[in-house]
């Protein structure tokens, strides 16, 4: 494998090998710069020569190269690499072209960005493991915070979310039941942070303030009804 990781240093956060971000626009940049604040290495790929100049100081390495050439990449050693961020959106060909050379070194875990459901479709066909919308899923969350009740809002699975909010009037001063609140709601109350700052998890018999925040999980739909 080429030599492009330098190894060593503090005791990484996220404790994986290194990492092949291809694409530096600004969602490979914003994700390969977090990695690599959480101590995981960073290969940084793009055919862009002024991002890549741009963006070397940060990563532990970065390259200016042709991704839909297979054998660029096995130059790099990407084929020698467990996990691979394909974060090329906007350029159909070349993110389609680059996910089959992936595929077909046998990289074992592919993730990809995808700008539509229909270059959603073709990622998952050609054989990324994980094909993920950005754009979409940004969209979805800012829509929740819109009303302002929600602290912030993610959806972790199929019409199923996770968000932080003050706790609604009809909770605040006497003992909760969490059972009865799913029975009602179908909203699970999961833990809550109180005034001196520290959060626990949200058992039976708490009693909650107007000042408390909660983090609470459920549908969409049933968190927003709880909200009110």
């Known amino acids: 494998m080429a030599n492009l990781f330098r190894m060593g240093g503090a005791k990484p956060t996220i404790d994986i090998p290194p990492v092949v971000v291809i694409g530096l626009g600004r969602f490979g940049t914003a994700l390969a710069r977090e990695l690599m604040v959480h101590g995981v290495e960073v290969l940084g790929i793009d055919t862009n020569e002024k991002i890549v100049t ?35 959106g906007s350029h159909l060909e070349s993110s389609i072209l680059t996910a089959s050379n992936l595929v077909e070194m046998g990289i074992k875990d592919i993730w990809a960005k995808a700008d539509s459901e229909a270059h959603a479709r073709i990622l998952t066909q050609i054989g990324a493991h994980h094909v993920i919308r950005p754009e979409r899923d940004t969209g979805r969350r800012v829509a929740h915070l819109l009303g302002g009740r929600f602290r912030d809002f993610a ?10 909010l003050t706790p609604p009037p009809f909770l605040v001063g006497h003992p909760i039941s969490p059972d009865e609140l799913w029975r009602a709601h179908q909203v699970q109350l999961v833990s809550v942070r109180q005034s001196d700052g520290h959060w626990t998890p949200l058992v039976s018999g708490s ?18 009804k709880f909200s009110k």
């Open 207 to 224: 009693t909650l303030t107007s000042t408390d925040i909660i983090v609470a999980a459920g549908s969409p739909g049933a968190l927003e």
């Open 155 to 164: 959806e972790i699975a199929t019409d199923y979310g996770v968000t932080q």
């Open 54 to 88: 741009e963006q070397a100081p940060y990563l532990t390495e970065a390259v200016t190269a042709d991704t839909t050439d297979p054998e660029a990449l096995r130059q790099l050693g990407v084929d020698e690499v467990e996990r691979v961020i394909l974060a090329i």
